[in-house]
């Protein structure tokens, strides 16, 4: 048998047998994480204010000055793309907690007490046959365009889609033999929540937790491109894809950047659901 020499660094069995089984989970989580870090480190990362206005650097090609170029009025794109990615990292969050938060709860209700579950579901199909952007577009037209409220709307679009899921996790589990032993025995509907049916929405959760994010993402982009979504003054991908569609012809850097970082996002995100997926999955386990 051949030992390892002293001093040579290996790659750790554990990481080595992830990337093996789990692609996808390893490189979603790196794009997703270089995100997350330009998103965070977005005043140290710009070379100049987002918002700073230079006439003579109008419609600028890329050079070593302006990475990506200077759009309709001067501004830095390169400056405004990594600002960008502060209000998506900011609404795909917030959707996803308030999606994932709200949907449990009417998952657990609709699961768990019957009559409750013909109101609240019904409720749901109603929600589910609106498009997510038409109806988020409509509850912005009734509060106002802000980031606050765009994160409410797309918030109620996703929870019709969790509590569904929710709810079916609940009544597979309410079959189960340890679940109506704790119901016959008495056990209080908190503590068996609590105990068996928490615990068990975590997988799924989780998964749907990273596509919700994808989702809103998305759906903040086509929000500000209709112009339905943060003001012009905030940088976000959609309004810098917005403004520059004018001028596609004659400045495709303005479109192209913010865009190439949106899909980044999205598909790191998707990436990593997908990854996600196969490890919670017992049936993708069974075949490694």
Known sequence: MSATPAGTAAVPDGLARIWRKHPNLVIGAAMFAAAV????????????????ISPFDR????????WFGGDLVGRDVYSRTVFGARVSLIVGIGVVIGGLSLGLVVGLLSGFVRWVDQIL?????????????????ALISLTGASLKNIVIAISIAEVPRVARLVRSV?????????????????????????????????????????????????????????????????????NIIAEGRTVFSIA????????????????GVN????????VFDPRFVSRK
């Open 59 to 66: 419609l600028r090609e890329p050079s070593a000055e302006f």
């Open 121 to 137: 579901m019904r409720v749901m199909d109603g929600l589910m046959a609106i498009p997510s952007i038409l109806l988020a577009v």
């Open 170 to 238: 609940v009544l597979a589990l309410k079959e189960q033999p340890y679940v109506e032993a704790a119901i016959t025995s008495g056990t209080s509907f908190p503590l068996i929540l609590w105990r068996h049916i928490l615990p068990n929405t975590v997988a799924p959760l989780l998964v749907q937790g990273t596509y919700i994010f994808a989702s809103a993402v998305l759906t903040e982009a086509i929000l500000s491109f209709i112009g339905a979504g943060t003001p012009p003054s905030t940088p976000s991908w959609g």
């Open 37 to 52: 870090v330009a998103a965070l480190a977005a005043p140290w990362l710009a070379t100049v204010d987002p918002q700073a």
């Open 252 to 267: 495709p850097h303005i479109v192209l950047f913010p865009g190439l970082a949106l899909s980044f996002t999205v598909l």
């Open 271 to 278: 990436l990593l659901g997908d990854g996600l997926r196969d």
